[in-house]
């Protein structure tokens, strides 16, 4: 494990980047998530419709090609990220569609008295999914979007292959240096758990505090 130690330095640099990669995706995931969620349950038919067609077809294609068309196929037709950007855009977009099944099922659960409450008072349907409906399917679906957080940590590594240096990144640069993979990796896998772990305690206390009373 001393080429490890003698390189700690490849390892922060990546989990930075894995993070910011992390946060960045997510963010852009649930502000998707809730666009697509609202289109599915809209009254207006073309809405639903194309809310999903996106869920269908994102959560059917695999994540890899969708990063390799962007970086690959999208510069043949004159758009050009650059590789973190296009990164960010895949996995947020890809993740973005799971969220928004996730916030569907919420807002389901939402019992359907809170949403005939709202329209007695003269709100309409954004307003009631704003004001009333999100707020309380965010608070249901804690435990499935932690899930799609953790999951998320984990496919930023899919980014390496197009040559972005997050952790799994630097892994493979450090390795290409050292030629010891065995260690290298094992190291990389342990920088993950120290990204997963804490996550997952504070997902889990997100969920107790935050829990819905039916």
């Known amino acids: 494990m001393q080429v490890v130690l003698d390189n700690l330095?490849?390892?922060?640099?990546?989990?930075?980047?894995?993070?910011?990669l992390t946060a960045l995706s997510f963010l852009l995931a649930l502000g998707i998530g809730v666009i697509v969620a609202s289109a599915r349950v809209s009254p207006v038919a073309p809405l639903?419709?194309?809310g999903l067609l996106y869920v269908e077809t994102v959560r059917n294609t695999p994540?890899?090609?969708l990063l390799f068309l962007f970086v690959y196929g999208l510069p043949k037709a004159g758009?050009?990220?650059?590789?973190?950007?296009?990164?960010?855009?895949?996995?947020?977009g890809y993740t973005g569609a799971f969220?928004?099944?996730?916030?569907?099922?919420?807002?389901?659960?939402?019992?359907?008295?809170?949403?005939?409450?709202?329209?007695?008072?003269?709100?309409?349907f954004s307003q009631t999914l704003r004001y009333v409906i999100l707020p309380q399917a965010f608070r249901t679906v804690i435990p499935p979007v932690g899930g799609l957080l953790s999951a998320l940590v984990r496919n930023t590594s899919l980014a390496a292959t197009v040559g972005v240096l997050e952790?799994?990144?630097?892994?493979?640069?450090?390795?290409?240096?050292?030629?010891?993979?065995?260690?290298?990796?094992l190291g990389a896998a342990v920088a993950y758990l120290i990204i997963t772990l804490p996550?997952?305690?504070?997902?889990?206390?997100?969920e107790r505090r935050l829990a819905v009373t039916r």
């Open 48 to 50: 639903r419709a194309a």
């Open 79 to 92: 758009v050009i990220y650059s590789l973190f950007v296009s990164a960010v855009l895949v996995l947020g």
């Open 167 to 185: 952790l799994t990144g630097q892994a493979e640069r450090l390795n290409t240096d050292q030629t010891d993979p065995i260690p290298i990796f």
């Open 99 to 124: 969220v928004a099944e996730a916030l569907r099922s919420g807002i389901a659960s939402v019992p359907i008295g809170q949403a005939e409450a709202a329209r007695s008072l003269g709100l309409g």
């Open 63 to 65: 994540p890899l090609v």
């Open 9 to 20: 330095d490849f390892y922060v640099s990546g989990m930075w980047a894995t993070l910011e």
């Open 199 to 206: 996550l997952g305690a504070l997902i889990g206390a997100a």
